[in-house]
């Protein structure tokens, strides 16, 4: 398996201050890559630098829905670390609100920071991944679209599409950049503000989710793993008793 390493340039997480993308920044930089963390926030960013190897973490105060300032920041960042060679878009918000109780606004903000930040992020990136033909892309989904929850629709449906846009990213990139390599990763329920108390630590689900970004095997183009398995695609009649006569077991993955 070809693996990333810190020579082909820096990664990129969002969401970095707090959570699940601070311990990936952690990780990264653990593993000597130089990450630079995106948040909202600054004095988180700082807490994250705090516990990251030193002098590899540099954070980036940023509202990854405002496409602008995206675009300005990576064309910046590239101009003075280099080029990009990891984005994991894990930045999100998760309000509990009955649709009728919020707001159509208060609905598409959510939209706007869960979906438009995976679009302004990845664009940004590929534009300078696809000169060279190369990179990887690591979208932090959930199954939030499949079984909504009372009070999370916003969550819900930006997460349930920003999982359609990793699938029409691979079918307008993968034939023409073959070397950036694009897929969904859903780490469980985590012990973070927005998941459960008695969920799996962060560190943890870390070590997973770092392991598979940094794998950028064009065979893993579109494939989704959740924690630490690949998710296999559902096979039609067909397919699986065409398996069968010839013997054949599909195998998930794992890392």
């Keep these: 398996m070809t693996m990333l390493t810190p020579a082909e340039g820096i990664a ?22 130089t990450t630079v963390g995106l948040g909202r926030r600054h004095g988180p960013l700082q807490d994250t630098a705090a516990l990251c190897a030193p002098g590899l973490f540099h954070g980036e105060t940023l509202d990854v829905a405002d496409g602008a300032a995206v675009a300005q920041t990576f064309a910046r960042l590239t101009h003075t670390h280099g080029p990009i060679a990891l984005l994991i878009n894990n930045a999100a918000v998760y309000p509990h609100a009955d649709f009728l109780a919020a707001s159509p606004e208060a609905f598409m903000e959510v939209v706007a920071a869960n979906l438009g930040g995976i ?7 590929l534009r300078d991944m696809a000169e060279r033909g190369r990179g990887r892309i690591l979208n932090v989904a959930t199954f939030a679209d499949l079984n909504p929850l009372p009070t999370a629709g916003a969550y ?8 359609i846009l990793t699938r ?25 503000e927005m998941g459960i108390p008695d969920g799996l630590a ?17 065979a893993l183009t579109g494939t989704t793993f959740e924690m630490d398995r690949e998710v296999l695609p559902p096979r039609g009649l067909k397919s699986r008793i065409k398996d069968l006569m010839l013997m054949r077991k599909r195998r998930a993955r794992r890392l």
């Design 156 to 163: 819900s449906v930006s997460k349930g599409a920003a999982r």
């Design 119 to 125: 679009v302004h992020c990845s664009h940004a990136a």
């Design 168 to 192: 029409s990213l691979i079918v307008d990139l993968a034939d023409r950049f073959p070397g950036i390599v694009i897929g969904d990763w859903m780490p469980g329920m985590l012990r973070t």
């Design 202 to 218: 962060p560190e943890e689900a870390a070590q997973w989710g770092v392991t598979l970004a940094l794998m950028r095997d064009p």
């Design 12 to 33: 990129i997480v969002t969401g970095a201050g707090s959570g699940l993308g601070r311990a990936l920044a952690m990780e990264l930089t653990q593993r000597g890559f």
